[in-house]
């Protein structure tokens, strides 16, 4: 199965940008990275994708490592509304299945 | 609407009774997946269905069924509830191809 490993934690001052970092080192080819966020009591809420490019849209940016085996999630300036926890998830590229780690808690400073 | 809407919201039942939770969307994707939360913990894979016809288990199937009933139902049952399904109980859909999910809010399910 495709693994991620992120912190358990970080904490950013409000309005500052936010790197959160993911390693996925036994991510296949055909594997894409996806980013959502939770906040208590919600469901998961997408956030961005990608394959192999650095992505942005209106939420955060993606930046990919050239051998892809690492990614970072960044929220160019933090809200407290962006305290929430980040899961970094690898969609298979053969089955189309997420497989979630435990996530990183944000949590974002006044 | 919200696209995915999960029900009951909050249920407790007692050990050995089965119980379905119900999931439908409005968005008319092919693709529905039930995962299961515990506390501190990410989501883990039940089952999931690319159409009307294809049921698949996903990472912990042991102890859960589900019916797709139609394109935009999906339920997921409990045959004989038991206290470590304890847990909160998320319904995502998703289109073909590589996007996201969209999930709904979620079933808090207590076992006593």
């Known amino acids: 199965d495709a693994k991620t490993t992120q912190p358990n934690s970080m904490e950013s001052n409000e309005e500052e940008p936010v790197h959160l970092p993911c390693n996925h080192s036994t991510i296949s080819g055909t594997d894409y990275i996806h980013w959502y966020r939770q906040l208590p009591s919600q469901g998961p809420e997408y956030v961005i994708h990608?394959?192999?490019s650095n992505v942005n849209n209106r939420m955060a940016s993606l930046a990919i490592a050239e051998d892809r085996k690492s990614s970072t999630l960044i929220l160019h300036r933090a809200t407290l509304r962006d305290a929430a926890v980040y899961y970094c998830?690898?969609?298979?590229?053969?089955?189309?299945?997420?497989?979630f780690g435990s996530g990183t808690k944000l949590n974002v400073k006044p | 609407d919200a696209d995915v809407t999960q029900t009951p919201r909050n249920r407790i039942t007692k050990t050995g009774k089965r119980i379905m939770l119900e999931c439908s969307q409005t968005?008319?994707?092919?693709?529905m997946y039930w995962y299961r939360q515990d506390p501190g913990l990410g989501l883990r894979l039940i089952y999931y269905?690319?159409?009307?016809?294809?049921?698949n288990k996903g990472e912990i199937s042991d102890g859960y069924s589900v019916s797709r009933q139609a394109q935009a139902k999906f339920s997921l049952s409990l045959e004989s509830a038991i206290p470590n399904q304890t847990a909160l109980y998320f319904c995502?859909?998703?289109?073909?191809?590589?996007?996201?999910?969209?999930f709904g809010s979620g079933t808090r399910l207590t076992v006593v």
């Open positions: 269905s690319f159409d009307v016809k294809d049921i």
């Open positions: 995502a859909i998703s289109g073909q191809g590589f996007g996201g999910y969209t």
């Open positions: 968005k008319g994707h092919d693709r």
């Open positions: 990608g394959l192999t």
């Open positions: 998830i690898l969609r298979e590229g053969a089955t189309n299945k997420f497989y």
